[in-house]
């Protein structure tokens, strides 16, 4: 035993300090009683209520229960025994579950890894009896758990301890946490080292006043009090020589992620049992004020859980339930359309008017992975005035994000109070972490105060008493800064209210350095967004039209199936960093929207375009100008088509790589949001005005020439006489690379990822497939790795670009495929769009800060100029790209493995196109190339254009203002409200003709609330726009609303 | 719900993909059949499942259980980790 005598006479104080305080949990509880006997079952858990995979069967302690991803009902009964009469008595349950407690059919308060004790009474009466019943998730992905009891017990299979009535030594408790958090920040990392010694002073105070360490319990019981009143008097007490240092606004919240390790479906027990948690917090703790987000989350408390609404309702009133985030969730922050965002904006903020009174005027995305310059103005048209998002600051790898307060300047210019905190919105109070928010702070001159989040999340929690238990006594050590518990919405308004003069703009995106893999993750679901958020806009036209038709517009059913578009949009959703299982249900969640918005159409259609002869061809033009040029068939097609006065049409057929045909055909003008009805005939199409040859592909527009190995090494610009490819490199090159980014894997590609190159076999054949008078193309295949691609490279004959119409068999594991066009042009910037506006981007990597952007988001393209010439890169579903030097790539797929093992395995459709131009993008066509490459005019067989033949439902004359949304008004869906974008960054006047009647016009804000009225005539109105502007207007049509 | 079917390697593939896959998927885990020797099944445990501390245990457990659900009779199960989940 010599050995450890020896470490007993040299433990320092720290060590004494661990040992003495832990002998207070000794004290904690002073009775326990079991309950019992328990049940269970165990099933899934659905919002509208459960499958039971089996009966009741009896559980006792120390047995397994549960499964991954599974759910169980427990049912147990516990009566106070005489020795607990009338004292409080808590439930505790030791579980590393998720658990909902009833008593008595009352829903009580809930436990999990990081609460073990619920309150049944504050004065026990003996012999009184509880029935109990827990609905419990089994759950293993864990927040920073830090309860001992359960932290052994994580898994996905659980533990079952029998639950105990307890009763407790509350003073015992009180000393517990004065002794914890003393020690925490006498011995903490970033604690002065003065501040230091003074609480390791008082700490070597009160170990005298511990009883010697072999004492009894009683003797131990006995030293509370005056262990408690030393603490009191001379560790937490003000008028230290130490003051303060800082100010903290302490901002309780929860993250939760709609969906990550568990599925949506279980986000609403998730939230549901969330909210439980902090309105008990709420009772127990009256400072205390909670932040909730998500107005998706309130929805699933009204449906599901209307009792916790209806409490959470008071406590709004109140003011100490803070809703913040006025959008419908958190959306990811790259990915969506400037109009997926506004509805985030408008769903969300219009739910917060409507059931709680509330407008809420900021923005709460944490955790979001960079933000899009086209966020600023369409958060401002919302009415929201403050930002917050975290990770730039606690997350960049290369540089240190230089504001936590600042003005966001947007890509029009637009300005609005932005707060990136310096620390991670997770939290949990320790004096480390309180500090931390102090001492990173770096805005002292615009205010004296910093915003500290706290609250466990991701899958939800929150706070639990313990965080406020360690707030009561951080607040008063000396050398912490002061701090108070509030709201988001109040620390944002005093912060940005102290010196707004001093605020320093940041311009332009909130660039993450880090997860730029969630550009490309999860190929599938890039692409059903990209097609959804056209395909929305189709049908809320097409419906409005029909509408102004006499037809009932269905609001309710075209909000249900906007909605899904925005859940799926959720920050680990549309970005790809979620587990398998949130996959396919995200997949079944597109495919119900997609149904949904086709049965809204075909009821448009109804109307709009009526049944016709089998060989008539209705074309619908969904854009606010005509439109003409190719149109997909919705069926096979022959021959041509022909309109009224006998012009006829080509149609050909066109080969889908990987299989499968489509018919498109050559259309005359259609009138912006109007109908065109041609008819089928039989007569053969026209000769093909293009060739292919050995080795070429060639049209009136190019000459592509491959060599022998099938590499694409020529592309002659015949219109401009030049040369795109430079000599001797190769276009269309596909780039594999290992890309191993280890734990954040299907978020990140790390710097180094070119540093692994892996070789890839030839395109081992090329076959011409095409040769028709609107296509010309070849078809090559290759098979790489484990996978196998199969590309269709097209001209057409009405069309200056190249189309890359792609398939692939996706079989890789941990790589990372772009594609590469070296390109004869020398540009110093970069061009990519946003889908409202565009970012300039530096084309070198002078700095660190170029250096970090080795890969950013573009929306539909990309594009490189020179003096009078450009060469853009359009995708139709694709996000991730870099550009270097004058080689524009782009990411089309990856591989990760965590925490999906499967992610993005299977087959991928998309198509890249290659656009030269003259001059650069803004008078060059780009920005109408992008749209139809995207959103093809669609031909509808066996039917007629009804009322809208030959009409215009409204049109503009300026092809730089592009129409967004032509939807009937939220409020009554009476009045048309026409949502339009400035495109080419230039000022502009456009004047619109709407094809209906109206009063006057009004010039909306994003919830369609008058801010300005503008001049018109009875079927004319101009309006202004500057560079990038989104306006929304809203033509009157019955009584006049100004007054409602 | 009476046992259906029997203990075969196809039939063992074919529930671990069906029934098994999903529910350990949520969270980042993965099992895969590896062989059926007289009344053990070896399995092996891939992704998060290979370094969960309670897989040993708390799986083994629900998977012996689960089988005994849909294929009857009582085996045993050894489940074999494999860290190095990327060379999966």
């Known amino acids: 035993m010599a050995h450890l005598k020896t470490l007993r006479r040299n433990m320092n104080l720290q060590e004494w300090a661990r040992l003495e305080f832990a002998r207070i949990d000794a004290l904690l509880v002073t009775r326990r009683h079991p309950t019992g006997p328990w049940q269970i079952r165990i099933g899934d858990y659905h919002p509208h209520g459960y499958t039971w995979e089996s009966d ?83 759950r293993s992905k864990f927040d920073d758990e830090r309860a001992l009891e359960t932290l052994h017990m994580r898994g996905c299979v659980q533990h079952f301890h029998v639950p105990e009535l307890v009763t407790l030594n509350q003073e015992a408790q009180a000393l517990k946490f004065d002794l914890a958090v003393l020690y925490e920040a006498a011995f903490g990392t970033l604690t002065p080292e003065a501040v230091k010694l003074h609480l390791q002073a008082e700490i070597k105070e009160l170990l005298k006043l511990f009883p010697l360490y072999d004492s009894l319990l009683d003797e131990l019981n006995a030293a509370v009090p005056r262990l408690r009143a030393y603490a009191r008097e001379h560790v937490y007490r003000p008028g230290t020589s130490f003051g303060h240092t800082g100010k903290l606004a302490c901002v309780a919240h929860s993250h939760l992620d709609l969906a990550y390790h568990w599925k949506v479906s279980q986000c609403v027990q998730k939230n549901a049992r969330t909210c439980l948690v902090q309105l008990r917090l709420m009772d127990r703790y009256p400072e205390f004020r909670y932040a909730h987000s998500q107005a998706w989350c309130y929805e699933m408390l009204e449906a599901h859980y209307p009792e916790l609404f209806e409490e959470i309702r008071k406590r709004v009133a109140e003011g100490r339930w803070d809703i913040v985030g006025g959008m419908y969730i958190e959306p990811d922050c790259n990915l969506p359309s400037a109009e997926s965002f506004i509805r985030q904006v408008v769903y969300g903020k219009l739910y917060f008017l409507e059931k709680f009174g509330v407008e809420v005027d900021n923005c709460w995305v944490p955790d979001v992975f960079g933000n899009s310059a086209i966020l600023p103005q369409i958060l401002k048209l919302g009415g929201i005035d403050y930002f917050l998002s975290n990770k730039m600051a606690a997350f960049n790898d290369t540089n240190r994000f230089p504001h936590n307060l600042f003005l966001w300047r947007g890509v029009d210019g637009t300005e609005i109070y932005a707060s990136v905190p310096s620390t991670h919105f997770i939290t949990w109070n320790e004096p480390d972490q309180v500090l931390t928010s102090w001492q990173t702070f770096q805005d002292e001159r615009i205010s004296d105060e910093t915003v500290h989040m706290y609250g466990f999340g991701d899958g939800g929690s929150g706070v639990n008493f313990e965080m406020l238990e360690y707030y009561e006594r951080i607040k008063k050590l000396p050398g912490f800064p002061e701090m108070r518990l509030t709201t988001g919405r109040d620390y944002l308004h005093k912060s940005f209210a102290q010196h707004p003069e001093r605020l320093e703009v940041w311009d332009g995106e909130l660039y993450l350095e880090m997860h730029r893999g ?35 517009y269905p609001a309710g059913e075209l909000k249900s199936a906007y909605k899904k578009l925005l859940v799926n949009q959720f920050h680990d959703i549309l970005p790809g960093s979620h587990t398998n299982p949130v996959f396919h249900e995200t997949v079944e969640r597109y495919r119900e929207m997609r149904e949904e918005f086709s049965k809204l159409k075909q009821q448009a259609l109804a109307v709009l375009a009526p049944p016709g002869a089998p060989d008539d061809i209705c074309i619908f033009n969904p854009f606010s100008e005509a439109r003409e040029g190719l149109a997909v068939l919705d069926g096979a097609g022959a021959g041509c088509l022909e309109d009224a006065k006998g012009n006829r049409y080509a149609v050909q057929r066109q080969e889908l790589p990987g299989g499968g045909e489509r018919y498109v055909a050559r259309v005359p003008a259609v009138p912006p949001l ?25 049209n009136r527009f190019f000459r592509l020439r491959f060599d022998p190995h099938r590499r694409l090494v020529e592309i002659y610009d015949k219109q401009r006489s030049r040369q795109i490819v430079p000599q001797g490199a190769v276009a269309n090159e596909w780039q594999l690379f290992e890309d191993k980014p280890g734990a954040f894997n299907a978020w990140d590609i790390l710097p180094g990822y070119e540093d692994h190159p892996i070789e890839l076999a030839d395109w081992d054949s090329i076959e011409v497939v095409e040769n028709g008078p609107l296509s010309t193309a070849v078809r090559l295949r ?59 981007r530096e084309n070198n990597r002078n700095t660190t800060w170029q250096q970090a952007r080795f890969e950013v988001c573009a929306h539909k393209w990309t594009d490189l100029s020179e003096g009078c010439f450009g060469v853009a890169l359009m995708n139709d579903c694709k996000y991730g790209c870099d550009v270097k030097g004058n080689v524009i790539r782009l990411s089309l797929l990856k591989a990760p493995i965590r925490p999906d093992r499967v992610s993005d395995k299977g087959e991928h459709r998309f198509t890249y ?11 060059s066509g780009l920005v109408e190339a992008a749209y139809d490459l995207n959103w093809p005019l669609q031909a509808l067989g066996g039917r007629r254009g009804g009322p809208l033949e030959g009409k215009s439902g409204l049109s503009i004359d300026t092809p730089a203002v592009k129409c967004m949304a032509f939807k009937l008004d939220e409020k009554r869906q009476r009045d048309v409200v026409v949502r339009l974008v400035e495109l080419y960054g230039s000022h502009a006047t456009a004047r619109l003709r709407p094809g209906f009647p109206f009063r006057r016009v009004e010039v909306c804000d994003l919830l369609e609330r008058q801010t300005a009225e503008i001049a018109s005539s009875r079927d004319c109105v101009e309006v202004s726009f500057r560079p990038y502007q989104i306006q929304t207007l809203k033509f009157v049509r019955g009584e006049d609303s100004a007054q409602e | 719900m009476s046992p259906v079917k029997e203990l075969t390697e196809s039939n063992l593939r074919e529930w671990i993909e069906q029934e098994v896959q999903p529910k350990v998927r949520v969270d980042g885990g993965e099992i895969q059949f590896k062989k059926l020797e007289g009344g053990t099944i070896y399995l092996g445990a891939f992704a998060d499942c290979a370094v969960c501390p309670a897989a040993s245990e708390c799986l083994k457990w629900w998977l012996e259980k689960e089988v005994n659900r849909t294929f009857g009779g009582t085996y045993n199960i050894v489940i074999e980790r494999h860290p190095n989940y990327w060379a999966l």
Do not use: C
């Open chain 1, 913 to 923: 196109s290659l656009f030269p131009h003259d001059g650069d993008w803004r008078r």
């Open chain 1, 56 to 138: 009741f069967e009896p559980i006792s302690e120390g047995q397994f229960w549960g499964r991954p991803d599974g759910n169980a009902e427990m049912i147990g009964s516990a009566g106070i025994p005489e020795s607990m009469a009338g004292q409080p008595v808590w439930l505790e349950v030791q579980t590393a579950s998720e658990v909902f407690v009833y008593a008595n059919g009352k829903l009580v308060d809930g436990v999990d890894p990081n609460r073990v004790r619920v309150k049944l009474t504050d004065a026990a009466k003996p012999g009184f009896h509880y029935d109990l019943r827990f609905e419990a998730y089994s």
């Open chain 1, 518 to 552: 969630t550009f490309t993750t999860k190929g599938q679901f890039k692409r059903e967004n990209r097609r959804a958020e056209f395909t929305a806009q189709e049908v809320e036209s097409l419906l409005t039209l029909a509408a102004l038709n006499g037809a009932p």
């Open chain 1, 674 to 698: 109007g109908m065109r009805t041609l008819r089928k005939t039989g007569a053969p199409a026209a000769a093909g005005a293009a060739a292919t040859s050995n080795g070429t592909l060639e």
């Open chain 1, 782 to 840: 290759r098979a790489f790795s484990l996978s196998r691609a199969e590309q269709v490279i097209r001209l057409y004959s009405g069309a200056p670009r190249i189309d890359f119409e792609t398939w692939v068999d996706w079989r890789e594991t941990e790589r990372l495929l772009k594609v590469a066009f070296p390109v004869e042009v020398l540009a110093k910037i970069y061009t990519t769009d946003t889908s409202a506006g565009v970012l300039e």
